[in-house]
T-cell receptor, first 113, second 111 residues
Framework: SQTIHQWPATLVQPVGSPLSLECTVE??????LYWYRQAAGRGLQLLFY??????ISSEVPQNLSASRPQDRQFILSSKKLLLSDSGFYLC????????????FGPGTRLTVT | GNSVTQMEGPVTLSEEAFLTINCTYTATGYPSLFWYVQYPGEGLQLLLK?????DKGSNKGFEATYRKETTSFHLEKGSVQVSDSAVYFC??????????FGAGTTVTVRA
């Protein structure tokens, strides 16, 4: 069966510091991968998606970037965090395009102080 | 555009009460519709889905029917339990991969 991991689970970082969140998927190959952010009391916002190694599409211009160095690894980064980057970050995967449901990881709660 | 609107919470119920969470959508074409659930401190789990008009998704006693005529996908459960306390998100998928989520409805079930 497929599993998706995210780490760290929680993170507290000062404004201006760098960020690296990691997501890995097991039990499948060539998944589509997604990064979402959930701000407090709000729905999810799609940040990035990837259909393959090195292929990243950004949905919302912002202070963050994403990379996919390996088939089942997806990384969310920032060079300098802002207070507004605080939130709950969720990674998800799907089998392929074509209205396939997405499966979510446990999330990383980021607090920027 | 493609979007989802769901009823605002929070919703507080007693055990064995009937739960309804309204969800309506705006979309071009005929998107697939989903309900996701988020338990405290966890990520999202797919609860149920429907891919075409009149489809009924069901899981864990929850049901939702894809109503094209009213552009709705209301979530229902006949008898809730304390363990159903969570945040529920209605969502649709468009352009093959883009999920558009509602703002979420927090449900608290009291014993």
């Amino acid at each position: 069966s497929q599993t998706i991991h995210q780490w760290p689970a929680t993170l507290v970082q000062p404004v201006g510091s760098p960020l690296s969140l990691e997501c890995t998927v097991e039990g499948t190959s060539n998944p589509n991968l997604y990064w979402y952010r959930q701000a407090a009391g709000r729905g999810l916002q799609l940040l990035f998606y990837s259909v393959g190694i090195g292929q990243i599409s950004s949905e919302v211009p912002q202070n963050l970037s994403a990379s996919r160095p390996q088939d089942r690894q997806f990384i969310l980064s920032s060079k300098k965090l802002l207070l507004s980057d605080s939130g709950f970050y969720l990674c998800a995967w799907s089998e392929d395009l074509g209205e396939k449901e997405q499966y979510f990881g446990p999330g990383t709660r980021l607090t920027v102080t | 555009g493609n979007s989802v609107t769901q009823m605002e919470g929070p919703v507080t119920l007693s055990e064995e009460a009937f739960l309804t969470i309204n969800c309506t959508y705006t979309a071009t074409g005929y998107p697939s519709l989903f309900w996701y659930v988020q338990y405290p401190g966890e990520g999202l789990q797919l609860l149920l889905k429907a891919t075409k008009a009149d489809d009924k998704g069901s899981n864990k006693g929850f049901e939702a029917t894809y109503r094209k005529e009213t552009t709705s996908f209301h979530l229902e459960k006949g008898s809730v339990q304390v363990s159903d306390s969570a945040v529920y998100f209605c969502a649709l998928i468009y352009n093959d991969y883009k999920l558009s989520f509602g703002a979420g409805t927090t449900v608290t079930v009291r014993a």
